[in-house]
C-alpha cells in the first residue's frame, strides 16, 4: 500500500509541504553519514516506518508518497479531516553510533527476556547488510560485536547480503519490536538475527539426585565402585610420586 501525504501540520497547526520539510532537514545532514529518510508512525506507541526519501518520493504540488508495504496495516486517510489524529512524520539519517546503540537497546531487551523466562540462548545466526561493515560502523563486524557484547559466550554464525528478509524496520521502535515475527519482507540496510532460546536445564546435581533416591539402586552402587577405583589409583599415584597423574583420578 502506498500513502500519499499531501501536507504537513507543524507543531503551532500550521500547513507546510513535504517538499519543503525535506529540503530544509537536508540542509542539516551530515552526507558523510548515509542516507535521509522519512519516518511515518501511526500510533503513539509504534515506531517509525521508514522510507528513504529520493526526487521519485514527490508527487505533483509537493506532497509525498510512502509505501507502508503490510495490508495489516491502518492507512491514515487520504484528506487530513480524517488522518489519524497520532499520525507523525519525522526524517531519519543513518548514523553509526545510533544504529550501534538501537541494536544494543534490543538486543538488551531480548536478554532480559531470557533472564525473566530463565532461559539460556543456544546461539543466533545473523544477516547483515553489506553496507554495515568497517566502512559504514569504524570496525569490521559492528553488528556481531554488539551481540558479542550482550550474549558473550553464546556462539553465533552469519553472513553479509544485499538484502535481507525480517519484520518490517521500524526507527524508534518499541523494546517489545525485538522479538516480533510476521510480515516478512526484503529490505535493505538492516540486521536481522534468529536467536534460538531454551529453559534452563535443570540445576539438580547427580549426588543431589542420589539423595532423593531416584537413581537405580544398581547405577548408585556402579558409580560408588568406580569413584572407589579412581581414588585407589590417585594414593597409588602418590605413593610413587606422580602427582599429575595421581590428580587426574581425583
Known amino acids: 500500500k502506498t500513502l500519499v501525504i499531501p501536507e504537513l501540520l507543524a507543531g503551532q497547526g500550521a500547513a507546510i509541504k513535504p517538499i519543503e520539510v525535506a529540503i530544509k532537514a537536508q540542509e542539516k545532514v551530515d552526507r558523510r553519514v548515509g542516507g535521509f529518510f522519512m519516518g511515518v508512525r501511526l500510533a503513539p506507541d509504534a515506531g517509525y516506518i521508514l522510507e528513504e526519501v529520493r526526487q521519485q518520493s ?14 495489516d496495516l491502518e492507512v491514515p486517510a487520504a484528506t487530513p479531516a480524517e488522518a489519524p489524529a ?30 525473566e523466562r530463565d532461559e539460556q540462548v543456544l546461539g543466533s545466526v545473523m544477516f547483515t547488510c553489506g ?26 554464525l552469519g553472513f553479509w547480503a544485499g538484502g535481507e528478509i525480517g519484520p518490517r524496520a521500524l526507527a524508534e521502535a518499541a523494546p517489545g519490536e525485538a522479538t516480533r515475527t510476521g510480515d516478512a519482507q526484503i529490505q535493505g540496510f538492516t540486521a536481522v538475527f534468529g536467536v534460538f532460546r531454551a529453559p534452563r536445564p535443570s ?48
Open 58 to 71: 514527490f508527487v505533483k504540488g509537493g506532497g509525498i508518497q510512502v509505501r507502508l508495504g503490510s495490508k
Open 203 to 250: 540445576r539438580r546435581t547427580l549426588l543431589a539426585t542420589l539423595d532423593e533416591g531416584q537413581v537405580p539402586a544398581e547405577v548408585g552402587s556402579l558409580l560408588a565402585r568406580l569413584s572407589q577405583d579412581a581414588k585407589e589409583r590417585g594414593n597409588a599415584a602418590f605413593r610413587e610420586a606422580d602427582a599429575r597423574n595421581a590428580v587426574s583420578h581425583y
Open 131 to 156: 553496507g554495515r561493515a568497517r566502512r559504514f560502523f569504524g570496525e569490521e563486524c559492528g553488528d556481531a560485536e554488539r551481540f558479542r557484547e550482550v550474549f558473550p559466550s553464546a556462539p553465533m
Open 86 to 115: 497520532h499520525c507523525e512524520i519525522c526524517f531519519f539519517q543513518l548514523n553509526p553510533d545510533a544504529c550501534k546503540q538501537d541494536l544494543k537497546r534490543l538486543l538488551g531487551y531480548v536478554r532480559a527476556q531470557c533472564e
